[in-house]
């Protein structure tokens, strides 16, 4: 079945992928005889499989026939992927694996892989199957170089980790990859908006796994699951330690199973065991509430993703928020910030909920549909105010754009994503799919929103307070389609690129930094804030019933207009005030200078060779050579690889003929691979890149070797109890831990503590103890007072260690009991 999908990966903690709607109604399947000979130009070192393993040779063979056959059938951009092109951008992602070396001399081409080599020559007339043999035997060199075992060669139910697979759908652009059955399955999940599980989204807080929110009606909001419930372990297993994708799986599987987990509430005396049994979870896409100021009654509505029934979600919504306002609505808020896509059906859906006529969506690739509006029984006449962030992608860009460009609806936040590509679903024997780019999509103006976003009509840029200018626009910043890897380009003419949408109003405000699932309190969201502006503005002058010819998002601006600005003068004296007392930032707003002539450089970078997890510092100079001043100014770098943190200096103005300077100090993630990692730089104005060319820095990392810590608990020095050894009621102790480098590499700067998750039965010292050094083969004690409650509950009272250091890259977790001795009754838990 072929699938059309907008998606875009995301850091949120919800699994919203997106998608779909079937083209033609059909599955596809690719059978294509495949020869198993190797191209005479192909010189292979050690590619010979055991014997019995033809069957996962001719496996190989027909997946790659398969989705070489789609790619050249369906990509979006058809010259990118003959025979030749095809193969020579493989081996380039290939190169780009920070484990492979190639080399290139006259379409000869050298794979350097695990000490082992293997030799092809690519020809420029490349015939079909000559390209099926090359990736095949390139399969095959590093599935034998890397001694991966025979299970694993069976793609057809290998997990997504081939590289030569990788490297040719990576090779098309970030958003296509073939995806193997576990994948899959999480992907129909996702756009089907049910699953079997417990119903409960989860986050790492504070070391431990923690509950951000039972989803409604779920098993585990009717066992009484709270927000900021601590779940200390999975069925018996601990999740002290572990990943939260781990976490996740342990949590979901088949309807009807059982499910212990142990849970710990604060200010309760122990954890307790609850037996959860899963079911299968309807995620509601939308969530709504009725917003009063005054005599305006306003539908707030939060589409977290666009599934399979986010229109009907819509629609009821708005019937129930206007019967519970006593009939009468002023407006509607669509909240779509965050929201990283779905099923493009539904996004039409939901834009022609607002829209009478006119075009929705233009796609275009190998064919062009148009998508628009028609007349139908559930209009919604209302003012409309669209809320975005940088984490809005794809499906809700084109919500956004529709009603933006029709001027149905105001936007107030932050630039979205800038997907504009469209995807489809190929379904393949095994349980496989094909996530493949077919088209890009444009709004009804002909804007293509690719790598560019949805600009909002009110941006609104919050500025976090911290203690030093790094990140104060927050770390994941130039994160979006532009900085991603082997993005596609936009695909504009100068036409469409005069019709390129701007802020009509730009403002900054001062915010606390939060988690990124925090909710913000009504009162401090100053998005939210502007959107209920507008909508009382309009209220004001028609009421409830707006003329035809008022009914313009322009008009409904120009209303509000003097009133938005004061409350931005407002908000940004706040921060410009901050920025100049804290850190010397001249943050007034300057004219935008259209064309800048900045020049930016980095004037030192690091000497000495860098090891994953390092820290270093870039010294960066800017000159600006026009003879305007560019005013609120920042630089950072980036770069398109987990974990990354971006880091962002605010400059603030710099003035005609004169140069600025400064420096960025990186930290490389701590799980990033060794090899190769490329740095992007950028410059931006009023919090928009500048467009300037910046020259990349390529980074070779090497690998690090890090300590191996192992540890043992004792209880001494015991006060008021009987029995040595164990913890009792009331009593006073030293739990000692031992810890030991077992490692050939010492261990710096060394940090340990204990975390209680025992409840509130014993209290722990757990200040941070410090060690400058742990060598190789040394050990240290460490000793925290413990103070037992009058009232014991538990046999074993579990506690978690912690130890950082600079040569451990990730903190060491350790989870162990104390021995202890009941004397009491827990209280009642889960009360209803």
């Known amino acids: 079945m072929q699938r059309r999908i907008f998606t875009k990966k995301t850091r949120q903690w919800p699994t919203a992928v997106a998608v779909v709607m079937t083209l033609f109604g059909v599955t596809i399947w690719f059978h294509h005889a495949t020869s198993q000979s190797l191209s005479p130009n192909t010189n292979i070192v050690d590619t010979n499989l055991p014997a019995g393993d033809e069957s996962a040779i001719s496996a190989t063979n027909l997946l790659f026939d398969s989705v070489v056959s789609i790619i050249q059938s369906y990509y979006v951009d058809g010259e990118r992927v003959n025979n030749t092109e095809l193969l020579r951008s493989t081996i380039q992602a290939l190169a780009n694996d920070p484990m492979v070396a190639v080399e290139e001399s006259s379409s000869n081409y050298t794979l350097k892989f695990q000490y082992q080599i293997f030799n092809l020559k690519v020809a420029d007339d490349l015939a079909h199957q000559e390209l099926l043999d090359h990736l095949s035997a390139?399969?095959?060199?590093?599935?034998?170089?890397?001694?991966?075992?025979?299970?694993?060669?069976?793609?057809?139910?290998?997990?997504?980790?081939?590289?030569?697979?990788?490297?040719?759908?990576?090779?098309?652009?970030?958003?296509?990859?073939?995806?193997?059955?576990?994948?899959?399955?999480?992907?129909?999940?996702?756009?089907?908006?049910?699953?079997?599980?417990?119903?409960?989204?989860?986050?790492?807080?504070?070391?431990?796994?923690?509950?951000?929110?039972?989803?409604?009606?779920?098993?585990a909001q009717s066992a009484g699951v709270r927000r900021r419930d601590r779940i200390l372990s999975i069925n018996g297993a601990e999740t002290f330690g572990s990943t939260l994708d781990q976490l996740v799986e342990y949590m979901r599987g088949e309807p009807g199973t059982r499910v212990n987990l142990s849970l710990l509430r604060q200010g309760e005396d122990a954890p307790k065991t609850l037996t959860l049994q899963r079911q299968i979870i309807n995620v509601d896409s939308v969530t709504s509430k009725l917003m009063r100021r005054g005599n305006v009654n306003i539908c707030f509505m939060t589409i977290e993703n666009f599934a399979s029934r986010t229109a009907r979600e819509v629609v009821d919504s708005v019937k129930r928020i206007r019967s519970d306002a006593g009939g009468t609505l002023h407006g509607v808020i669509l909240d779509l910030r965050g929201n990283p896509g779905g099923l493009l059906d539904q996004a039409?859906?939901?834009?022609?909920?607002?829209?009478?006529?006119?075009?929705?969506?233009?796609?275009?690739?190998?064919?062009?549909?148009?998508?628009?509006?028609?007349?139908?029984?559930?209009?919604?006449?209302?003012?409309?105010?669209?809320?975005?962030?940088?984490?809005?992608?794809?499906?809700?860009?084109?919500?956004?754009?529709?009603?933006?460009?029709?001027?149905?609806?105001?936007?107030?936040?932050?630039?979205?994503?800038?997907?504009?590509?469209?995807?489809?679903?190929?379904?393949?024997?095994?349980?496989?799919?094909?996530?493949?780019?077919?088209?890009?999509?444009?709004?009804?103006?002909?804007?293509?929103?690719?790598?560019?976003?949805?600009?909002?009509?009110?941006?609104?840029?919050?500025?976090?307070?911290?203690?030093?200018?790094?990140?104060?626009?927050?770390?994941?910043?130039?994160?979006?389609?532009?900085?991603?890897?082997?993005?596609?380009?936009?695909?504009?003419?100068?036409?469409?690129?005069?019709?390129?949408?701007?802020?009509?109003?730009?403002?900054?405000?001062?915010?606390?930094?939060?988690?990124?699932?925090?909710?913000?309190?009504?009162?401090?969201?100053?998005?939210?804030?502007?959107?209920?502006?507008?909508?009382?503005?309009?209220?004001?002058?028609?009421?409830?019933?707006?003329?035809?010819?008022?009914?313009?998002?322009?008009?409904?601006?120009?209303?509000?207009?003097?009133?938005?600005?004061?409350?931005?003068?407002?908000?940004?004296?706040?921060?410009?005030?901050?920025?100049?007392?804290?850190?010397?930032?001249?943050?007034?707003?300057?004219?935008?200078?259209?064309?800048?002539?900045?020049?930016?450089?980095?004037?030192?970078?690091?000497?000495?060779?860098?090891?994953?997890?390092?820290?270093?510092?870039?010294?960066?100079?800017?000159?600006?050579?026009?003879?305007?001043?560019?005013?609120?100014?920042?630089?950072?770098?980036?770069?398109?690889?987990?974990?990354?943190?971006?880091?962002?200096?605010?400059?603030?103005?710099?003035?005609?003929?004169?140069?600025?300077?400064?420096?960025?100090?990186?930290?490389?993630?701590?799980?990033?691979?060794?090899?190769?990692?490329?740095?992007?730089?950028?410059?931006?104005?009023?919090?928009?890149?500048?467009?300037?060319?910046?020259?990349?820095?390529?980074?070779?990392?090497?690998?690090?070797?890090?300590?191996?810590?192992?540890?043992?608990?004792t209880i001494g020095q015991e006060v008021g109890g009987r029995l040595p050894g164990v913890v009792e009621s009331s009593e006073a102790c030293k739990v000692q831990i031992d810890l030991v480098n077992n490692s050939k590499v010492d261990a710096h700067n060394l940090k340990v503590y204990l975390l209680n998750l025992a409840g509130e039965q014993v209290r722990v010292n757990a200040d941070k103890q410090t060690l400058a050094d742990l060598k190789s083969g040394q050990h240290k004690i460490f000793q925290f007072e413990l103070k037992a409650g009058t009232h014991l509950v538990s046999g074993e009272l579990p506690v978690g260690l912690i130890v950082e250091s600079d040569d451990l890259l990730v903190p060491w977790r350790q989870h162990f009991t104390l021995k202890a001795i009941p004397n009491g009754v827990a209280t009642n838990f889960f009360s209803h």
Not at 422 to 446: H, M, N
């Open 348 to 713: 039409v859906q939901v834009a022609d909920l607002f829209l009478k006529s006119g075009v929705i969506v233009t796609t275009r690739g190998r064919h062009q549909e148009v998508e628009s509006a028609d007349r139908g029984y559930h209009e919604i006449e209302y003012p409309v105010v669209i809320l975005m962030n940088g984490d809005s992608a794809s499906a809700s860009e084109i919500v956004a754009g529709a009603l933006q460009d029709h001027g149905r609806a105001v936007i107030v936040g932050q630039p979205s994503f800038g997907k504009g590509s469209v995807q489809t679903i190929f379904e393949l024997p095994g349980d496989q799919a094909l996530k493949l780019t077919i088209a890009r999509y444009y709004t009804p103006l002909g804007r293509s929103i690719q790598n560019v976003g949805i600009e909002p009509d009110v941006w609104l840029q919050p500025v976090y307070s911290l203690k030093d200018n790094h990140n104060l626009m927050g770390p994941y910043r130039y994160k979006n389609e532009r900085y991603m890897y082997n993005h596609l380009t936009a695909a504009m003419d100068a036409d469409q690129k005069r019709r390129q949408h701007a802020a009509a109003m730009t403002g900054f405000y001062l915010t606390d930094k939060r988690e990124e699932d925090d909710e913000v309190p009504e009162k401090f969201d100053r998005e939210l804030s502007a959107a209920t502006t507008i909508i009382e503005g309009v209220a004001a002058t028609y009421g409830n019933t707006i003329p035809e010819g008022a009914r313009r998002s322009s008009h409904w601006l120009s209303l509000v207009g003097p009133a938005l600005k004061e409350k931005l003068q407002t908000l940004n004296a706040v921060v410009n005030d901050k920025l100049s007392k804290e850190f010397s930032v001249n943050w007034e707003d300057l004219p935008t200078v259209r064309d800048p002539r900045l020049e930016f450089k980095i004037t030192k970078r690091p000497e000495s060779a860098l090891h994953v997890g390092d820290t270093f510092v870039l010294d960066w100079q800017i000159q600006n050579f026009g003879m305007t001043p560019v005013g609120r100014m920042s630089a950072f770098v980036s770069a398109d690889v987990p974990g990354f943190e971006t880091v962002e200096i605010l400059v603030g103005k710099v003035a005609a003929g004169t140069t600025r300077t400064g420096s960025f100090k990186v930290k490389l993630p701590t799980h990033a691979e060794a090899g190769k990692m490329d740095l992007t730089f950028g410059l931006t104005q009023n919090a928009k890149p500048v467009a300037i060319e910046i020259p990349k820095l390529r980074l070779s990392i090497d690998r690090k070797a890090v300590s191996q810590l192992s540890m043992t608990a």
């Open 138 to 219: 390139m399969h095959r060199f590093f599935v034998n170089a890397s001694g991966r075992t025979k299970t694993s060669l069976n793609s057809t139910t290998a997990q997504n980790s081939n590289m030569v697979f990788d490297a040719l759908m990576g090779s098309l652009d970030p958003h296509s990859a073939l995806l193997h059955p576990e994948a899959y399955r999480e992907l129909r999940q996702g756009t089907e908006g049910s699953f079997g599980g417990l119903g409960v989204l989860v986050g790492i807080r504070d070391q431990l796994l923690t509950v951000i929110k039972p989803l409604p009606h779920s098993p």
